[in-house]
């Protein structure tokens, strides 16, 4: 028996804005500077991908 993970090998997955633990479903993707980055809303994305006043 297989998982469909076709084209989806990342196993820890985790939003890269605020580090909550994403499922294939959840995941959000969005491409950033080429690279495809996983989050779990747009509101991650948005600012993972402009960094206003976010902190450090
Ligand atoms: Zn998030």
């Known amino acids: 028996m ?10 820890d997955l985790r939003c890269e804005n605020c580090g909550v633990e994403l499922t294939q479903e959840k995941a959000y993707t969005r491409e950033i500077n ?15 991908d402009s960094p206003i006043g976010g902190c450090c």
């Open 2 to 11: 297989r998982l469909r993970i076709t084209g989806f090998e990342k196993r």
């Open 34 to 48: 080429g690279e495809k980055h996983y989050f779990c809303c747009s509101h991650c994305a948005d600012e993972f």
